[in-house]
């Protein structure tokens, strides 16, 4: 944190140069035509200074807006500037930490529910179908095929077909696609397989709806952004025993 804060404090700093250096602009240079807009982009890059603080200008823009921060860039450059030039700023440095501490955690709440709102709603409405049981733990599922072998237990190692899908349709990952059923031992799988599979027996194939935090939770991994919840179609096909060959 401490140096985070540091390469923002000072890539603001120079940021406030390319800022005062716009403002100067604004009152020297004559407005010309061009294709970009000459009265609200008036700044000349003359030398390796200018572009670096543009270019840091730009950089920090960017990271305000992706981070979900709201902010005003008059007050953003009066912050700027009593800093740079060595002014008595208005806040101590307790409250700078505090404020953008918080204001970074509001953002990232915001931006996390709103990244969980799709599949929340979407399994909400799955608990409308009666045909959807669900665990205790949360996982939906819907058997398409009863099978009437021998049930799995926690630790066994399981052959299976599935495909993975998120709740678009779009399909991330498929065993049937590349024709090749896969052993998994289920200790060592997402916990949304950990609770359903042990429920299946073999010859069973079961539709899971598994919520994001039973499946790979906050992290984007592969090609399933963070938050998913993920729809899987298992096939139980065997129970490897542990005395096999």
Known sequence: MKHS???LLVTMAVFSVSLSQAQTAKKTVKKTPSKTNATTNP???KNSSDSLSYALGMDIARSLKSSGFEVD???LSKGLEAVYQGQQPLLVEEDVATIIQNS???AMEKRNAELKKPGEEFLAALKSNP????TPEGVLYEVLVQG???QPQPTDEVKVHYAGYLIDGEKFDSSYDRDEPINLRLDQVIEGWKV???LMKVGSKYKLYIPYHLAYGERETGSIPAFSTLIFEIELLD???SDAV
């Open 196 to 198: 359903a599979v042990p």
């Open 5 to 7: 804060k540091l390469y």
């Open 104 to 106: 970074f955690q509001a």
């Open 148 to 150: 009437e072998g021998s």
């Open 239 to 241: 129970i490897i025993k």
């Open 43 to 45: 700044i000349l890059l």
């Open 131 to 134: 045909a959807v049981k669900s």
């Open 73 to 75: 860039l008059n007050t």
